[in-house]
């Protein structure tokens, strides 16, 4: 499932592609057009082209945002779950593997397009052949005076290149943010199969039902956030522990790169569901976002 180090040049070359882009493929001029501020409730819309600060990313670490996406426009990530636990061995060791970053890592492409204004559909690949198709609609705006916004969920998943093992999810994902500086979520999803999806061996059960929380905080005015997001199991299938994650987050425009920290290589509704391996593994990876609007 992992991949070793020859993909070490591929990665530098890409981060540094997506993360020195010139700026004025993203960036409007800062005089000519700041990033808008989110109007107070019951003022119109924002252009769904502006910068939201409380919501810059369509994700968190793994799970979904409500961050709004302006129809034919689109956007790409790159996942990096690197396969080394980060407790493995003493300090030297770690060191020596330049804390995880020398190991193979699981990866994940996806690109997600707006068909609608606020109605987005999408396709996650992980290199481990499971394939994830996905759409989010937008049900309810907090800018348009609501005490929340909230976001329809749906997606299909199948391993071995969407040929075998399939399963699902459906849920909704909620928030409530805290104008250019914070935004909190719950995320109620149900998933189908998500012990096929495991190559589990008779469970039990083969349903999840999680409840996603996170939240994305911005530092200061500045373009740095922390981010994390947990995904505990309500009831079904449920080995190991709940996934978790959190990360410090850069936005440059329409970019954003993510150093993160799981006890899971989720990227997937289904692989959320099948949780964390215990509570001592912790992995290094990271998220690279580019936005093309």
């Known amino acids: 499932m992992l991949r070793r180090k020859g993909v070490w040049g591929a990665r530098i070359l890409l981060a540094l592609f997506v993360c020195t882009a010139p700026a004025a493929a993203q960036d409007p001029p800062p005089q000519a057009q700041p990033p808008q501020e989110q109007p107070a409730q019951g003022q119109p819309a924002p252009s769904p082209h502006a910068v939201n600060l409380a919501q810059p990313d369509f994700t968190l670490v793994s799970l979904p945002t409500t961050l709004r996406m302006p129809q034919w426009k689109s956007a790409f990530r790159v996942t990096h779950r690197f396969g080394r636990p980060l407790g493995e061995g003493d300090f030297g060791d770690l060191a020596s593997d330049f804390f995880g970053f020398d190991s193979g890592a699981t990866i994940g492409l996806e690109f997600r397009l707006g068909i609608w204004d606020g109605v987005q559909?999408?396709?996650?690949?992980?290199?481990?052949?499971?394939?994830?198709?996905?759409?989010?609609?937008?049900?309810?705006?907090?800018?348009?005076?609501?005490?929340?916004?909230?976001?329809?969920?749906?997606?299909?998943?199948?391993?071995?290149?969407?040929?075998?093992?399939?399963?699902?999810?459906?849920?909704?994902?909620?928030?409530?943010?805290?104008?250019?500086?914070?935004?909190?979520?719950?995320?109620?999803?149900?998933?189908?199969?998500?012990?096929?999806?495991?190559?589990?061996?008779?469970?039990?059960?083969?349903?999840?039902?999680?409840?996603?929380?996170?939240?994305?905080?911005?530092?200061?005015?500045?373009?740095?956030?922390?981010?994390?997001?947990?995904?505990?199991?309500?009831?079904?299938?449920?080995?190991?522990?709940?996934?978790?994650?959190?990360?410090?987050?850069?936005?440059?425009g329409g970019h954003s790169f993510q150093v993160n920290f799981s006890n899971s290589f989720a990227t997937t509704y289904s692989q959320i569901a099948r949780g964390g391996f215990n509570s001592d593994d912790w992995f290094i990876g990271f998220n690279i976002s580019r936005k093309f609007f």
Do not use: K
């Open 121 to 252: 559909v999408g396709i996650h690949r992980t290199s481990d052949r499971t394939i994830q198709l996905f759409g989010q609609g937008n049900l309810w705006r907090q800018s348009d005076g609501h005490v929340v916004g909230i976001d329809a969920i749906l997606s299909a998943e199948g391993r071995e290149n969407f040929s075998e093992d399939f399963g699902g999810a459906f849920g909704a994902a909620i928030s409530r943010e805290i104008p250019n500086r914070a935004a909190v979520y719950v995320e109620p999803i149900f998933v189908l199969n998500a012990a096929t999806l495991g190559a589990a061996l008779n469970p039990p059960e083969e349903n999840t039902f999680f409840i996603g929380l996170g939240a994305r905080v911005r530092l200061w005015s500045s373009p740095w956030y922390v981010v994390g997001e947990w995904a505990p199991r309500v009831t079904g299938y449920e080995p190991g522990v709940d996934h978790a994650s959190f990360a410090i987050e850069r936005r440059a």
